[in-house]
């Protein structure tokens, strides 16, 4: 090739560079950045919590306080009457990282003495109780018979054929058992013996029996427990699946703890002492009225529930995905912020939290605890 092909050549590949379009400049201030990353509940720890219904509202407010604090935790709560929380753990299997009742009695009585199949351990061996609470009646404004009730003549007026009554199935919910309790000690009291047939006999289609002594009313539930064509009382799984019934007016009164009357707004009619299972100084009263299932779901614990003060229970299974998250979470309970949004809520927190099991809990929820005397 001589020059004057060289620099033809070379005239034609400048002026080609020269007219292709090029692309727009874009300022470095206009550069756009990389998409933020943000947390997603995939990449945040999981923590399953089973809680007995009475718990629902408090709890809510709970969790959203606590992820608050712990955002890479994912609070995921279920609520159920307080021995189908636990059967959910130690029968159906199911991934649970805290369960909490409200009847701490259970935990013993349906964990400690049930191994996980995995391991050959107990499911808990230790509990605390952290909670209280009372057992009252609720109704609503106008309901029948509402200018008339007191707390005297209560379990009269829940008798009668046209009040309708809601109850906790004994089976499944702590306050259905604790209602009949509260009818054998409202007997004892009165000195009549004469109060817990008129509001049961017939109601369902195999009877609740009731065997008295002189210090001990026993109450036996049948295996079965299905009510009557013509009875007034109406009968839930869950305490909590009342409410709505009572305020749909389909129910005219219905059993309940006071901190979830208050939380409804509801009316209440606070229960005598001797017969509300909340105060401390009736204890060894309360022992004298106790309730028996005749529950053969349970193959290796014969479920008997004897009159005590309430008292709400906590632990983490042994079979907890999220241990260390659990224990986070039973402490924040049990810390000053926690005892507020409870508190807040109406429902009240035991001064002293107390540990049944003490050397076996996990060490950041030790200093919050005290022993439970033997």
């Not at 002492?273 to 053969?296: C, T």
């Not at 912020?337 to 508190?343: H, I, K, P, Q, T």
Request: proline share 9%; hydrophobic share 45%.
């Amino acid at each position: 090739m001589n020059k004057q092909h060289i620099l033809t050549f070379l005239l034609v590949m400048f002026w080609m560079a020269a007219c292709t379009p090029r692309p727009p400049s874009i300022p470095v201030s206009e550069t756009p950045a990389p998409a933020e990353v943000l947390p997603t509940s995939a990449a945040r720890t999981p923590l399953v919590v089973f809680a007995a219904g009475s718990l629902i509202i408090p709890f809510d407010a709970l969790e959203d306080a606590f992820e608050a604090r712990y955002p890479q935790i994912d609070v995921q709560a279920e609520y159920h009457g307080s021995i189908q929380v636990i059967r959910h753990a130690t029968e159906l299997h199911k991934p649970i990282d805290v369960v909490a009742t409200a009847d701490a009695a259970l935990l013993p009585m349906l964990m400690y003495a049930v191994n996980n199949p995995d391991t050959g351990q107990p499911y808990a061996n230790w509990y605390i109780r952290f909670a209280s609470n009372h057992l009252a009646l609720a109704y609503q404004p106008g309901t029948l018979y509402a200018d008339e009730i007191n707390a005297e003549n209560w379990s009269q007026v829940l008798a009668r054929p046209d009040v309708r009554v809601g109850l906790a199935d004994p089976r499944f919910d702590a306050v259905g058992y604790r209602t009949l309790m509260a009818f054998a000690l409202a007997e004892r009291t009165q000195g009549n013996y004469t109060l817990f047939g008129p509001m049961f006999d017939n109601q369902f289609t195999l009877p609740v029996t009731i065997f008295r002594d002189d210090d001990l009313t026993i109450m036996r539930v049948p295996e079965v427990l299905e009510t009557s064509r013509t009875a007034h009382i109406v009968l839930r799984g869950a305490s909590v699946q009342l409410v709505s019934l009572l305020e749909a007016g389909e129910l005219d009164y219905a059993f309940e703890y006071e901190s979830v009357i208050h939380q409804h707004d509801l009316e209440m009619l606070n229960l005598p002492e001797a017969v509300n299972l909340g105060s401390a100084a009736q204890d060894g009263f309360y022992h004298q009225a106790q309730v028996r299932l005749d529950f053969q779901r349970f193959a290796s614990v014969e479920p008997v529930f004897s009159g005590e003060t309430i008292a709400y229970g906590i632990t983490i299974p042994s079979s907890a995905p999220q241990p260390e998250a659990a224990a986070q979470f039973i402490a924040f309970l049990l810390g000053p912020e926690g005892r507020a949004v409870m508190e807040n809520l109406y429902h009240p927190m035991l001064a002293q939290p107390l540990a049944d099991g003490y050397p076996d809990l996990p060490p950041v929820l030790q200093p919050l605890c005290q022993p439970a005397l033997p």
